[in-house]
């Protein structure tokens, strides 16, 4: 194989204070099928920013949301771009179409969180 195309960015897991990281931690839940997909599509992100549908949809107030997918479900990352980084904030399963009011609140949390630590 030759070499890996350059990453146009990086990817960062938000931290909490304590430095838990719930999207690793997320991660670290799913089958090992589960978690190569998405870190694929993750992988697709950083070499080839910005990117749009189907892998990235914007879901506006700076977010971001990669959409994978495997034989039995669909996973979502969400994130945000910060000083030219992917900040990988929250992590589900989803279960509708729509991604649940309380999965956009968390990201959307985490991300004023990070911009306010950023700040002082």
Not at 61 to 66: A, F, Q
């Amino acid at each position: 194989m030759g070499d890996a195309p350059p990453k146009i960015i990086s990817v960062l897991f938000w931290s909490q204070a304590n430095g838990k990281e719930p999207v690793r931690e997320w991660l670290k839940s799913l089958s090992k099928e589960q978690r190569r997909i998405i870190g694929e599509d993750i992988k697709t992100v950083e070499i080839g920013w910005p990117l749009g549908m189907p892998l990235v949809r914007s879901l506006g107030k700076g977010l971001w949301e990669v959409r994978s997918s495997f034989p039995n479900g669909i996973a979502r990352v969400l994130f945000m771009m910060f000083d030219h980084k992917m900040v990988l904030l929250h992590g589900f399963i989803k279960k509708s179409q729509k991604t649940p009011s309380q999965d956009l609140e968390i990201a959307l949390r985490r991300a004023k969180m990070l911009e306010q630590s950023n700040e002082k």
